[in-house]
């Protein structure tokens, strides 16, 4: 009647998971009862002894922790990050080594002192890369080619402060924002005075009667970046930065665009290029007038022929430097001042008779009905994000925009107005105005087209430029974006696109259009990584990202580029190149300082040199030369690369 406890074990294994690529069983359960009998004998020896085994045969059912896999798993992933593929030489795996040795120490004093550069504004940690042995030797490296690259903003302001604005017959005026602009005129001061700007005063005149000229000049400087010791404060959105932003372009483009400057910059901006270690450059220019001291104004195809005829004079005197391609960049914020046009004459038909007629009277001197002016800017306010006159701060945001729309007419606007004539009088007569905007794009992308003909060795293509949460999607475009196909004429696109942080607007989906209207690069592409199958696509053909590191943290877009998505990219092996964007704007040179970031941060700790030499290597692939010029150029990069790592190891690493 003695009650003994009997064990009895039930092993359970389930069926491996045929979709997992692990070839363990997926989970396995051991059951073990343990219950109490009555009248039962004691188990003798032989069950105690099979009981054991089994219980110790149980945990072989069990999920095995993968340790084994770990290192194949970990080489599988270096294998797929940028440059992961790239076979390196006995020298060049050596000078790796103590490149990251050096950055893993660069990580370390960042780590006790709090101030790692790539987590900080640039603003602020650009004296902290400036002491950087990293960054020294990345200004050294030979970076291949540049290819996302603005008109204005390829140069030092320093150079146009202390050389353009020195030159004679200079003139400026001062707005109310405590900002300026310039102008060069003779023999009689510019006209008109631009909207709430003081009269225009004769430089030369003005430093001599000035107590501090260094001070001035310093303002001048202050004028023509973002710069600032405090950008939190300065630009507490990204409204408030774009609208400063476009306000620097605004002003540079006074200096810029009188002729003999225009020459100087584009020839100083290659050299200052070529100082830090670039081959070649592609440039986005929206090719405005070009004007003498008279007051003549020079079209579109004179600015490609100049460019053309300054980098073939360039390379002559450099020719290590294998060149510079120009990409026509239509200003999309045109589309919004074009759509409130359109949108005006459409309700108002009478408003597009009395518009026609004013500048087909005189173009250059044409004002415009004041019906016509309010009409505009109240639909100008309603399409721009921030115009509401609800929020009066945001108005501030939209006078850029509005300031084109006082009476009388800015010369830049009648310039515009008079362009539009042809155009205006056709949809008139056929009631489609209210395509108003597209066919702005569509004029815009005759002209590339145009252009591209007659300077097929200097314009490789077509873009369009500005704040893109502000603009229309290339969805809304893609009539005006279709025609070189319709045509059967082959015009490259290189879109910038995702350059935001929302997610489901339409601009967003820029990504995606991008790709569907065969761009054959993405500016920026933040969006990228929200969408799978653009990514997807993105990779399918090969098509690269341009990631502007410095300048998607100072315009608001990331903070810690440690975050930034193109780190997933990187991660994945995605194609992108490493550009500058602004680099002048931003207090920067070059791409040195965008490589650094990318390096140490985007990159992580696993990028070493092999990650570079792909980078600069995507940078040669993925322009718009030649098949024979891209020959070219890799020859003439390899050559400065294998002397590169040869100085480093010889020499510069042994300072170290």
């Known amino acids: 009647d003695k009650t003994f406890t009997t064990v009895q074990v039930y092993v359970t294994c389930c069926q491996p998971d045929l979709g997992s690529n692990i070839s363990s069983p997926q989970s396995c359960s051991v059951q073990t009862a343990l219950w109490y ?47 992961g593929n790239v076979v390196l030489s006995t020298q060049e795996q050596q000078l790796s080594t103590k490149l990251v040795n050096l950055k893993k120490k660069e990580v370390a004093t960042a780590m006790s002192t709090g101030q790692f550069p790539p987590s900080m504004h640039f603003f602020r940690a650009k004296g902290l890369i400036d ?9 050294r490296m030979p970076k291949g080619a540049v290819l996302h690259l603005h008109d204005y903003a390829i140069l030092s302001v320093d150079w146009l402060v202390y050389n353009a604005t020195y030159l004679p017959d200079c003139y400026i005026c001062f707005t109310h924002m405590g900002t300026v602009r310039f102008r060069f005129s003779k023999p009689h001061p510019p006209h008109p005075v631009p909207v709430q700007c003081s009269q225009w005063v004769l430089l030369e005149t003005y430093r ?10 310093s303002s001048l400087l202050r004028n023509l970046t973002l710069v600032t010791d405090a950008p939190e404060l300065a630009y507490p959105s990204q409204t408030f930065i774009w609208k400063r932003f476009e306000e620097v372009f605004l002003i540079a483009s006074g200096l810029i665009c009188y002729a003999p400057v225009f020459k100087a910059y584009f020839y100083q901006g290659l050299l200052e290029l070529y100082e830090d270690n670039i081959q070649y450059v592609e440039i986005r220019a929206i090719l405005p007038p070009v004007y003498e001291l008279d007051g003549t104004q020079h079209n579109k195809s004179w600015s490609v022929a100049t460019y053309r005829e300054v980098t073939r004079q360039f390379v002559k005197e450099h020719p290590d430097f294998l060149g510079a391609k120009i990409i026509f960049a239509a200003h999309s914020l045109d589309t919004l001042l074009l759509s409130a046009e359109a949108e005006a004459v459409t309700a108002v038909p009478e408003y597009g008779h009395s518009v026609l007629q004013r500048s087909s009277r005189d173009p250059a001197n044409a004002v415009l009905p004041a ?10 306010r309603k399409r721009a994000r921030g115009c509401s006159p609800s929020q009066p701060d945001a108005i501030k945001s939209c006078e850029v925009i509005l300031s084109k729309y006082n009476k009388p007419l800015s010369s830049t606007y009648s310039l515009r107005l008079s362009t539009m004539l042809f155009p205006v009088q056709s949809w008139l ?14 004029e815009a992308i005759v002209t590339a087209m145009a252009l591209r003909a007659h300077f097929p060795d200097t314009l490789a293509g077509f873009d369009l430029v500005g704040d893109e949460d502000e603009g229309h999607s290339l969805w809304d475009l893609k009539d005006a974006l279709s025609i070189p196909y319709s045509l059967g004429v082959n015009l490259p696109y290189f879109f910038h696109a995702g350059e935001t942080d929302w997610q489901g607007t339409s601009v967003d989906s820029n990504v995606l259009d991008a790709l569907l209207l065969n761009t054959s690069r993405i500016g920026h592409g933040l969006a990228l990584i929200k969408h799978p199958v653009a990514k997807k696509l993105s990779l399918k053909r090969d098509v690269p990202v341009e990631v502007c590191p410095i300048s998607n943290q100072v315009l608001l877009l990331v903070a810690d580029l440690r975050s930034h998505p193109a780190a997933s990219l990187m991660a994945e092996g995605h194609p992108i190149v490493i550009s500058p964007d602004d680099p002048p704007i931003f207090g920067a040179k070059g791409v040195s300082y965008d490589f650094y970031e990318a390096f140490m941060a985007i990159g992580g700790m696993n990028a070493d040199l092999r990650t570079l030499k792909q980078l600069a290597l995507n940078s040669i692939k993925y322009s718009a030369m030649l098949p024979d010029e891209k020959a070219k150029a890799k020859e003439v990069w390899q050559n400065k690369w294998d002397q590169f790592v040869a100085d480093l190891s010889d020499s510069f690493l042994r300072e170290l």
């Open 37 to 83: 009998s009555t009248k039962m004998k004691p188990p003798t020896g032989q069950d105690i002894r099979l009981a054991y085994l089994l219980l110790n045969l149980a945990p072989l059912c069990l999920p095995t922790p993968l340790w084994h896999d770990r290192d194949s798993l970990m080489q599988e992933e270096k294998a797929h990050q940028t440059g």
């Open 131 to 139: 002491q950087s042995m990293v960054f020294s030797i990345l200004k």
């Open 208 to 217: 001599k009667q000035l107590h501090n000229v260094t001070e001035f000049d």
């Open 371 to 380: 019906a016509f002016v309010r009409y505009v800017r109240a639909a100008v």
């Open 429 to 442: 007569a056929s009631g489609q105005l209210g395509m108003l905007n597209v066919s702005q794009i569509k």
